[in-house]
């Protein structure tokens, strides 16, 4: 791809996610962290209803009555995009690969956290760290992410999301947003689930974990194509399949709504917050109403 092919597919997708926030998105993505903030903004006689944990002991002593500090609550976030590019993100069976899906997605996200004036990170992933870039605004950082998001090459192929969160529970020093995007085909079975769970219960303790699970049409149901050779893009493993058997593709079909029944179990017990989204379908609707859930929580 040349430099001119780049900047082409780069503003391309600006264009795109500049619609969709302006039309959809603007402001609608909430941390579930209303934290106080580091602002002080008055001090008042105590009412019922407020956090009796914002008292201000001294004056209250003083003046024989209770008085409370309030904050003005932090507006300024760190939204982090957590991007699995692994060989198994390269496959689309329609228009577009799980990859390019997760770009959409996560310059949506990007473009919406710099309308509201938050900083916006990237991390790109595989089974190791494959390129970091800490928080910052401003467009041409966001431009700088896409970019990368689209042209980056990853040396390894296989996909290991406890490293991934590991490296972030490790470099994220404030409250974050994170959202990992991925396509959990290698995340679950054995020992594995523990292990991803386990770190995703641990980020999410401390951060605003958002898992985004990527997927497409044609690994949930086999066509009647005959013979079939299936390769595991991450391991190499070939598997030969007669996929104009109806068993061969009804057992295709239930391992995978076995595989997926686990995966939403898992989140659940670790309580986070999960969307589905599939490569044939339009992602925006799904982001807007979670999000307006997620506001409707928060005024709860």
Same mark, same amino acid.
């Given at each position: ?12 997708? #600006? ?43 001294? /004056? ?7 008085? /409370? ?10 939204? /982090?995009?957590?991007?699995? /590019? ?14 390019? $899906? ?24 595989? %089974?190791?760290? !494959? ?16 970019? #990368?998001? &689209?042209? $980056? ?26 959202? &990992? ?7 679950? *079975? !054995? ?16 951060? %605003? ?26 391991? *190499? ?53 979670? $999000? ?9």
């Amino acid at each position: 791809m040349t430099l001119s092919d780049i900047l082409a597919s780069v503003r391309r997708v #600006e264009v795109r996610t500049n619609r969709l926030v302006n039309d959809m998105m603007v402001g609608a993505y909430l941390s579930r962290f209303k934290g106080r903030g580091m602002d002080f903004e008055e001090l008042r006689e105590y009412m019922p209803g407020d956090d009796v944990r914002n008292i201000d002991w001294n /004056v209250t002593n003083r003046m024989g009555r209770p008085f /409370v500090k309030r904050y003005r609550e932090e507006r300024e976030l760190s939204v /982090v995009l957590a991007v699995d /590019v692994s060989a198994s993100s390269a496959f689309g069976s329609l228009r577009r690969t799980k990859r390019e $899906f997760a770009v959409e997605i996560a310059a949506t996200l990007a473009v919406s956290a710099a309308r509201s004036s938050d900083k916006v990170a990237l991390l790109l992933f595989s %089974d190791q760290m !494959e390129l970091y870039i800490p928080p910052r605004k401003g467009r041409r950082h966001i431009l700088r992410i896409v970019r #990368e998001m &689209l042209t $980056f090459e990853p040396k390894h192929r296989g996909t290991s999301i406890p490293t991934a969160m590991t490296f972030l529970n490790h470099v994220l020093r404030r409250r974050a947003i994170v959202f &990992l995007l991925t396509d959990f085909l290698h995340s679950f *079975g !054995e020992s594995a689930s523990r292990d991803v769970i386990q770190e995703l219960g641990l980020i999410n303790a401390h951060h %605003d974990l958002v898992c985004l699970h990527l997927h497409d049409p044609r690994e949930s149901e086999l066509p009647n194509a005959g013979l079939l050779t299936v390769e595991d893009a991450e391991t *190499g493993e070939l598997l030969e399949l007669d996929s104009g058997r109806t068993g061969v593709r009804e057992q295709f079909a239930r391992t995978n709504a076995e595989r997926l029944g686990e995966l939403d179990r898992a989140f659940n017990r670790a309580g986070v917050d999960t969307l589905s989204f599939s490569t044939a379908d339009n992602f925006a609707p799904v982001l807007q109403h979670f $999000f307006e859930t997620r506001r409707g929580r928060r005024r709860g």
